[in-house]
C-alpha cells in the first residue's frame, strides 16, 4: 500500500476577499477573506485557508467539511 501525503503550499500574498457563495449575513457585519491552497484532480475537493472578522452567517450546503479552528469560536 502506497500513502501519499500532500504539502499545503503557505497562502498566497492575494486572498479573495468576496463573500461565499450562498453565505448571508445575519449578525453584525463580518467580513471575509480566503485563500485557495489545493484543488483535487477533478475538482471535488477544495483545500485553504479561511478567516473572518466577528459576525454571523447563515449558509446551508450538502457537502462534508473539514475545519481545524486555530483561534475564536465556530458553530457549525
Known sequence: MSITVFRFPAPGPEPLTTDLDGW???EG???MRY????TSLDGTVISG???ATKGTWHASYQFYEFV???QG???I
Open 35 to 38: 485563500w485557495i491552497q489545493h
Open 68 to 70: 481545524h479552528l486555530i
Open 29 to 31: 457585519n463580518p467580513t
Open 24 to 26: 448571508v449575513k445575519v
Open 49 to 51: 485557508t479561511w478567516e
Open 73 to 75: 469560536r465556530i458553530t
